[in-house]
Structure formats: C-alpha cells, structure tokens
C-alpha cells in the first residue's frame, strides 16, 4: 500500500467516523432540522426517529403520515420530509438522536446525529449601564468537549482566555452589539449574542450665558434599549436658592416655575433656566436612575456680564423709574427757564414803567398839588340801595407809585 492510499483510507475511516454523526449546536431557542438522506425512500417505508433509543417520530414516506413516540419531545418535534424539525430547542433536547431505514441493497441503516444546544446567558443583563461590568457565559449541552472562545466582531479576535466564560470590565459603547461563542468541533460554530450598552448621557462640558438671559442645559440619552425611568433630574452644588427639577416615571413636574422649565421627553432631560443671575452659575449635575443603577452627567455654567448687565437685566422696573427721573428733571428745567425769562422780563418792564414815571414826574410836577389833585375827585355819595361802592380807580401816576 502506497502512503497515498494509507491516506486515502484514514481519510475514509475518519469520514466513516465523523460522516456517521452529523454535530448541530444550536442556541437555546433557535431551530434545528436533521435529515436522513442516508436512507433510499424506494426501499423505505418508514423512517423512525428517536432520541436516546426512545421513538420521538415514525414518518410513512409515501404517505407522509406520522405515528408519534413516546419522547418528552415528541410534542414539539415535527417531520421536515423525512428528516425531523425542533422549532425551538430547549436544552434537555441536548443529545443523541438517530434516524433508520432502508440503503438501496434493502440493508437496514441507522444515522447517529448530536445535538448540543448551547445556552447563552449574560450576566446581570444583556441590557448594562455604560462603565458597569458583564459576564457571558456560553454553556454547551450534551457532553461536548469541543474548545470555545468569545469573540468580538468584525475583527473577531479571541476576548479573554479559552473558555465558555468571559468577563468585560466597565463596559463601553464599544463593547456593545454582536458578540460570537465560537465553538470548534469538525466545523466552527458561531453562537451569537447581543449587548446593550445604555449610557453615557449625553451633555456639553460647559455652557456660557449672558446675565438676564436664558440658557438650555443638555441632557439627553440616545436610547434607553427598554430600561425604563425611575427618576431623572438636576442638582447643583452648592445648592440654588431656587428649586431644581426632579421627576419619576411620569417625567412631570409640577413645581415648574418662570425660573426653571423641565418638560422631560423619553430620552431628553434638558433643563432651561431664564432671568440669570451671576449667582447661577456652577456645576449642574444631570442624574438619571433607570433600572440598572445611575447615569450622571455635569456641566459648568458660566453667566457672563455680571453686575453692569444684571442690573440691566432686572431693569424691567428700575429703566422705567429711571424715565421718570429724567422727565422730572426735564420738567424741572423748562419750569426754571421760564421762571428765569418771567424775572428778567419783569426787571425790565419794572426799570421802563419807573423811567416813566420819573419823566411824567418832571412834566407834571407843576400841576402835581395834592390841593389840586384833591379838589378835582368827584364827592362821594352813599349808595342808594347799601351796596359797597367800588372804590373810584386812583390815578395812574399814584398806582405806579405804589407799585414802586
Ligand atoms: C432636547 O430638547 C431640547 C428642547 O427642550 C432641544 O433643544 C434639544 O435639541 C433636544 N435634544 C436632543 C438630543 O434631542
């Protein structure tokens, strides 16, 4: 015998081995179809299947017509042709499963298959908080000795040693999505499992805003992969001499006032703060409790334009007095313009009417005899019916005299 031909046969005797059971990993949950093409359905009439010796199905070809066994599986096993389906396996359906019948010479043959139904489990959830640790875990039922590995995708390097366990510490985003418990019998088995990574919330470092202004404050996760709320709001410390935000599941709070606006959506828990003073500025820490534990975030606040634009900024009142101020100062000014002409109009007026009079003085001072002067006023008469009689109008030099 050549080495080739040595070859050939172990060849031979390793397919025989091998060929003669057909290996299934299956994840807990998926389906599995085995079939029988080993057998001849011209010489078959019936195809037994069982599982550990015991009849879980007979399939008449020609007809199609089952007859059930008495295996815990019969319930769930259904024929596929004359091969046998589990829609979803379970992992006591973990084991050795054989289908007979008839070769084309009319020899009775049994093929051996092995199903190992792997378990998959992700330790605490396969929903996590960014920065916590998960365990995954890849259990192979049915007596398998084969090597397994965890693997990341797309670079599908080995994570961690050989083995069914792996451990991710403080888990980011990037750990989350696919990942493959290879399993390495005559072929590669890839078992696949998804991680969830819920966090980090998403914010700004820092946030700057003009005094009496308005500022929003992000926070906001982009998904919350089926975690729900149980309390999400803001804090500062030191604390604010107004109140901040905190709400539950309903995400309302009724506390809102014209300082502070939280209208929380599912993921989105931006505060908005209005009329800002220099006071409001520090560290905002935005906290979210789902059921998996905590998320924080923190973002510094800065108010810019500190006490000149505060002040304008509590203007709303003080611009309006200040108005008020300056047109009483207006009012006050024309009033002493006036006051000021109305004066020196009555200087000069007074300085001509004495001029006046100093030269009526001088052209009557010949006829100016009090005797005179007397003499010509006309006599005064009681009045008839006792009305006080207006005094007779002096002369006018007299009246500009007493005006003097
Ligand atoms: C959150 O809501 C605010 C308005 O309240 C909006 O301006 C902001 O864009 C939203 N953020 C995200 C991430 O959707």
Redesign the pocket.
Known sequence: MSSSETLLWITLALCAATGGSDVYYKKRGQEVTMDCTAIDPKTTRDVEWKQGGVLVIKINIKSGSTSKGSARLTKRARPNGYGLRIPSVEVGDSGDYSCSGFDARGYRITKEHKLHVVSVSVSPSDTVLISTNVTLRCDIGGNSTAPVQWMKPPDDKPHGSPGNTVTLKSVTSADAGKWICQIKDNTVENIEQVINVVGPL?STLEVTALAGGTV?L?C?IPSLNGLSIDEVGWTRNPPTDFQLPTVGKDLQWSKSSSKVKF?P?ST?F?M?LTKLKPSDAGVYVCTLNVSGGILTTQLTLKVEGGSALATEANVERPATVGMWVWVAIAVAGVLLIVLAVVIVLMYHRNRRMRRKVRKLRSMRQPLTNRTYCQCDRPVRQPHPEGKKERPPPLPRYQYDVMNE
């Open positions: 998403i929003h992000p906001s209208q959506l989105n931006t908005t």
